[in-house]
């Protein structure tokens, strides 16, 4: 953002209006291990939010929210493990800033993985079942059932998130399962919200409250 190489000393209070015009936006982390990162920035654009890529502990010290994306929960908690990153995405998440894991990044913030067994962050009480719809069916689109009702969710090699606990909301299903759930300020879906034009659930992350879609 820092323009052209070209700005003088006169340019002063052009260059401090797109400073505050920034700075006022939130500022929403991607990790960037391994997976879907550009499509997660997109969307946080379109929510009016500002994406920085996480690779490092201290890269979490400047942002206000953060996703974790799809890809290969393997891989990716490999790079955790390498990072050093597992003890401060468990703290981040636990100061309250809301955090949202898709897919692969929903098995990761599970309690536990049935198959396939990946070291977990523990932050919602679910069991994940990886790739749970079989190879047969390895991609999908099917509509949300619930509170964020015609949602096209998109599953790649999805998983299925079983015995929610009694802190968990389950916020959508698909078939009976479900596909969207939050506890506290972490919420995870089985789909990929990032490869649709609908951006609620961007939206959800970045004003928990509702309060900017409420007029
Ligand atoms: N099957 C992958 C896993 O279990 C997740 C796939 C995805 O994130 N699209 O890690």
């Not at 006169?10 to 401090?16: K, M, S, T, V």
């Not at 690779?55 to 010290?61: H, I, M, S, T």
């Not at 949202?100 to 990761?108: K, R, S, Y």
């Not at 949300?144 to 802190?167: H, S």
Request: hydrophobic content about 40%.
């Amino acid at each position: 953002m820092s323009g052209r190489g070209t700005m003088g000393p006169g340019d002063g209070p052009q260059r401090e209006e797109s400073e505050a015009a920034t700075t006022s936006r939130l500022s929403v982390g991607i990790l960037a291990v391994q997976g879907d990162v550009a499509a997660h920035a997109a969307a946080l654009e379109r929510v009016g939010a500002r994406a920085h890529l996480v690779r490092r502990e201290k890269d979490l010290d400047a942002v206000d929210a953060l996703i974790l994306p799809g890809g290969e929960s393997t891989t990716i908690a490999k790079g955790l493990n390498r990072l050093g990153l597992y003890g401060p995405l468990e703290a981040f998440a636990r100061s309250g800033r809301p955090v949202l894991g898709t897919c692969a990044g929903a098995v990761l913030l599970a309690r536990e993985v049935e198959n396939h067994p990946v070291r977990c962050l523990g932050l919602i009480d679910v069991v994940a079942v990886r790739n749970a719809y079989g190879t047969q069916v390895d991609s999908f689109a099917a509509p949300a059932e619930g509170a964020l009702e015609g949602l096209r969710c998109v599953f790649i090699r999805a998983p299925r998130l079983r015995r929610p606990g009694p802190d968990v909301e389950v916020l959508a299903r698909v078939d009976g399962w479900p596909v969207f759930v939050r506890q506290g300020s972490v919420m995870a879906t089985t789909f990929h919200p990032e490869l649709t034009d609908d951006v609620r659930v961007h939206a959800m992350l970045v004003d928990p409250s509702g309060e900017s879609r409420a007029g």
